[in-house]
């Protein structure tokens, strides 16, 4: 017997839940394919969880401030399983809330690896299933390099599986994961140490921005260490790790050792030579500015585009592309990929839209550039003996000085930057920022008074 849907997307992660339940609200007959969980890497192992330990770090943090607010706190102990049993019940409400809007969007929910058949065709549990219109969702999986030993390490899933914290931990690499995941072991207590194979994490964020964070890494006792590629893996009788870098430096007894090195794009596996899809060298599927692969009929979204790899890109790339072919009052619908905004939820939070001071002078005159930044101790510890400086900057460009860069790192950047980015798609310009009345007292204020 074989299904046939008007729309059938593969990968039930952010883009692919996205897109079907668009599909299904504009009527069409869709249906989404899941090999593991519903909700894909960001709701079981990645934005979701990943907050949920950032949001125990905080609390950890905060601790340290309630002396000098006047609470007289005896601390016994922090139970690491605690919090991953709520963290997990969590998680499981959010699939019932996925189950439910399938069921009253009309979703059909098939559990399963997918594989294509031909260009309309996918197998699944043995199953020929077929579709008009085929969306490859399938996100990706973290990568372990090739070294010797690198098998007795985990990743960012497996960071999530801990079932106890770890004691020495030793995180390598330099992107968003790798900050996060180090941030957090470290504000809950575990002794950990952040390897990165160049100066410092985070590079292709604007320099100012990584200044301030490694000044608050430093400052926090942080233990950061450059310069450091890894060679080997070796694992002794009492099963600790010592981790050796090419220029000989070496970490003893680690418990837990977590690759944070960039993510592979889930595409080897599901048999894309059948349908004809074009994969790119880097395993990506290339796509036009509407989503279409090389073959009509196919499409891709999500973090196997190599767009932005972030949740909220794949949605919107997803609903548009459902709106695009079933709602005909959007017949060009297609994702704008300017201005996306981003967090690391770094210690504090680095928050980023546009460019870089660098990235703005390599793209202008250097004239036509100005830049405004502001350093300043937000209140929240500035009464503690933990006082820490905030950073934020505008960079504009133009007679007009529109605002083509914001940045900041500094408590509560995580929830301040998404307003300000709506400022910056409509085109706001200095004037209109300095023409904004603050809010006070806010360190948000700061982007609209800064001189
Ligand atoms: C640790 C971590 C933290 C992150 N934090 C953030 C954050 O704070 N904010 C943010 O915006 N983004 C964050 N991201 C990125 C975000 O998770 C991804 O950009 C997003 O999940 C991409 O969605 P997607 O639909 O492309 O793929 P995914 O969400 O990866 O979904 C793909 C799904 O397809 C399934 N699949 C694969 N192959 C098949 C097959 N053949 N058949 C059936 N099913 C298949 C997979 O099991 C998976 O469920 C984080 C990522 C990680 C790893
Ligand atoms: N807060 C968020 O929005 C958030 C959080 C986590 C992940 N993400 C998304 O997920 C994507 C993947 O994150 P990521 O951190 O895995 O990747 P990434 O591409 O951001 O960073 C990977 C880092 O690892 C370094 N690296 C590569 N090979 C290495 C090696 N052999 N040894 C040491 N370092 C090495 C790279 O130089 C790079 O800095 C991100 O690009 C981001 O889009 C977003």
Same mark, same amino acid.
């Given at each position: 017997?074989? =299904? ?6 593969? +990968? ?16 069409? *007959? ?32 905060? &601790? ?8 007289? &706190? ?12 709520? =963290? ?7 699939? +019932?809330?996925?189950? @439910?809007?399938?069921?009253?969007? +009309? ?33 990706? =999986? ?42 957090? &072991? ?13 100066? @410092? ?14 000044? =608050?890494?430093?400052?926090? +006792? ?22 050796? /870098? ?77 709106? @695009?072919?079933?709602? *005909? ?25 546009? #460019? ?6 390599? /793209? ?5 550039? *100005? ?7 937000? #209140? ?43 400022? #910056?798609? #409509? ?23 800064? @001189?």
């Amino acid at each position: 017997m074989t =299904r046939h849907f008007d729309y059938l997307a593969i +990968g039930a992660g952010s883009g692919g839940i996205a897109s079907a339940n668009r599909a299904a609200i504009r009527g069409a *007959k869709a249906a989404v394919i899941e090999a593991k969980a519903v909700g894909g890497t960001c709701v079981n192992v990645g934005c979701v969880p990943k907050k949920v330990m950032w949001y125990g770090a905080h609390i950890a943090e905060a &601790l340290k401030y309630a002396e000098a607010y006047g609470f007289h &706190l005896t601390q016994d102990g922090f139970d690491w399983a605690t919090l991953v049993k709520h =963290r997990e019940a969590y998680i499981e409400r959010i699939h +019932g809330g996925y189950q @439910r809007g399938f069921s009253s969007n +009309g979703v059909d929910y098939i559990e399963g690896f997918a594989r294509f058949v031909d260009a309309n065709t996918v197998e699944v549990n043995g199953e020929h299933i077929t579709a008009d219109h085929i969306t490859i969702a399938t996100g990706g =999986r973290p990568l372990i390099p090739d070294v010797p030993g690198a098998d007795f390490g985990i990743d960012s899933d497996g960071f999530f599986a801990l079932q106890e914290q770890p004691k020495k931990a030793v995180v390598v690499g330099a992107g968003y994961i790798a900050v996060e995941i180090a941030g957090v &072991l470290h504000a809950l207590g575990t002794d950990t140490h952040l390897l990165v194979r160049h100066d @410092r994490p985070l590079r292709q964020f604007d320099n100012d921005i990584t200044d301030a964070l490694l000044q =608050r890494m430093d400052q926090d +006792g942080h233990q950061l260490h450059t310069h450091c590629d890894v060679e080997k893996v070796e694992k002794n009788s009492a099963g600790l790790l010592t981790i050796t /870098c090419k220029d000989g430096q070496q970490f003893t007894d680690v418990d837990c050792l977590i690759w944070a090195i960039g993510r592979v794009p889930a595409t080897d596996k599901i048999n894309l030579e059948a349908a004809g899809v074009e994969v790119g060298e880097n395993g990506l599927i290339p796509v036009d500015e509407y989503q279409n692969t090389n073959v009509k009929g196919i499409y891709a979204v999500g973090d196997i585009t190599g767009a932005a790899q972030l949740t909220p890109v794949a949605i919107k790339a997803g609903r548009l592309l459902a709106e @695009r072919l079933f709602n *005909k009052d959007m017949a060009d619908a297609k994702m704008d990929f300017s201005l996306i905004p981003t967090i690391v939820f770094s210690h504090p939070p680095i928050g980023t839209i546009g #460019m870089t001071e660098d990235q703005a002078r390599a /793209c202008h005159d250097d004239q036509e550039i *100005k830049v405004y930044r502001s350093q300043f101790a937000a #209140m929240y510890n500035a009464i503690t003996p933990h006082r820490a400086l905030s950073t934020f900057k505008l960079i504009c460009c133009g007679p007009d000085e529109r605002v083509i860069g914001l940045h900041g790192i500094g408590e509560g950047m995580d929830e301040i930057l998404q307003g300000f980015a709506v400022a #910056m798609k #409509m085109g706001a310009t200095k004037a209109d920022f300095d023409a904004t009345i603050a809010l006070h007292p806010t360190s948000a204020e700061e982007f609209v008074t800064l @001189r």
